[in-house]
């Protein structure tokens, strides 16, 4: 095969891909849902953070409200903090924590699961395989 054949086949396959296709991010996390009452910040979708991470919800509250250094109650599919909050903040730390433990470090995929071995949490990929170690206990 030529270099002008390959040119021309990459071309072709530029031309077949959807703009769309390249720009767009398959994973999304969740829009924060907040209300205020008194001294209180109310995480109203708080349920759709660990269904959409495929994480415990009880561990994912745990590091918010570690990160936040405040206590956390989970009422039904809602989360309540002690203090104000802003929604940037809870997004942060959304953020934070599906790169530290969800993404795959290898291929950036959030198809992810956690095992344990001795102690040691490991993050297992299901889309490249990669096996590698998570540091923190909130996986």
Wanted: aromatic residues 10%; hydrophobic residues 35%; contains cysteine.
């Amino acid at each position: 095969m030529t270099k002008a054949d390959y040119e021309s086949l990459l071309k072709r396959i530029e031309k077949n891909i959807s703009k769309d296709a390249k720009d767009t991010q398959r994973f999304e996390l969740p829009a924060v849902e907040i209300t205020w009452e008194g001294k209180k910040t109310i995480l109203r979708n708080f349920g759709d953070f660990p269904k959409a991470l495929r994480r415990d919800t009880n561990i994912i509250l745990q590091y918010l409200s570690k990160e936040f250094a405040v206590p956390a109650e989970r009422v039904g599919e809602k989360a309540i903090f002690v203090g104000k909050r802003d929604p940037d903040d809870f997004t942060r730390l959304f953020k934070i924590y599906l790169k530290d433990y969800v993404e795959c470090p290898t291929c950036t995929s959030p198809d992810t699961k956690v095992e344990k071995e001795n102690r040691i949490s490991f993050l297992i990929c299901e889309a490249c395989g990669a096996k590698s170690t998570i540091k923190g206990k909130y996986a």
